[in-house]
């Protein structure tokens, strides 16, 4: 069964204190790994999409990377504006129709 | 400007009532979703849409149809509702199926079934 785990739940940091949130999958085949940000009471945003092990995207004080078997979002330097649940989902070859399988989310709040 | 609408924001309902969410995209879209997150803040999908081609996860009852008058909307009908139903719905829309064609959410719906 496909299945993505995210580690923390949950991830407080100070403003200014860098570090990474993980995302571990188990698919039958990757077509993609996807980032989300959820704000309370929104819908997710998107962030980021890769494809390959290797790939890595930059945003902002984000950038994602991805392995064969995980991906990290690595948060430099976070404002408290960061804090947010992040949420990590794949999209796997042979699914129906785009649909995204997701993790529970890592939430992330950064004191100022 | 808003891309994925849904209305209402809140539904408040007792068990055993027959209830609607609507989902509208202004985005030219031609996929379209439902996605259920309960209260572990876990996100699953419900269906997908595309093309008048519907896909049905098989875990959802037969009691949730989705209805879909045009390209742009996708409605959720949920019939005889029961307390596990109370949950955020989400609508997305994408165009295409493919990781290149990143999907859009909604603000949700926070269902309350008491």
């Known amino acids: 069964e496909d299945q993505v785990t995210q580690s923390p739940e949950a991830l407080r940091l100070q403003e200014g204190e860098s570090s990474s949130l993980n995302c571990s999958y188990t698919?039958?085949?990757?077509?993609?790994l996807f980032w989300y940000r959820q704000d309370p009471g929104k819908g997710p945003e998107f962030l980021f999409t890769?494809?390959?092990a290797g790939e890595e995207k930059e945003k902002e004080r984000l950038k994602a990377t991805l392995t064969k078997k995980e991906s990290f979002l690595h948060i430099t330097a976070p404002k408290p504006e960061d804090s947010a649940t992040y949420l990590c989902?794949?999209?796997?070859?042979?699914?129906?129709?785009?649909?995204?399988?997701f993790g529970k989310g890592t939430k992330l709040s950064v004191k100022p | 400007d808003t891309a994925v609408s849904q209305t209402p924001k809140y539904l408040v309902t007792q068990m055993g009532n027959d209830k609607s969410i609507k989902c509208e995209q202004n985005?030219?879209?031609?996929?379209m979703y439902w996605y259920k997150q309960d209260s572990k803040k876990f996100l699953k999908i419900m269906f997908s849409?595309?093309?008048?081609?519907?896909?049905i996860n098989e875990t959802v009852p037969n009691r949730f149809s989705p209805k879909s008058p045009d390209k742009a909307h996708l409605n959720l009908h949920i019939n005889s509702l029961e307390l596990g139903d109370s949950a955020v719905y989400f609508c997305?829309?994408?165009?295409?199926?493919?990781?290149?064609?990143?999907?859009?959410f909604g603000p949700g719906t926070r269902l309350t079934v008491l």
């Open positions: 849409y595309n093309n008048k081609e519907l896909i």
């Open positions: 698919v039958s085949g990757l077509r993609g």
């Open positions: 997305a829309s994408s165009q295409g199926t493919t990781p290149y064609n990143e999907q859009f």
């Open positions: 890769l494809y390959s």
């Open positions: 985005l030219g879209h031609d996929t």
């Open positions: 989902a794949v999209q796997v070859y042979g699914g129906s129709q785009g649909n995204l399988i």
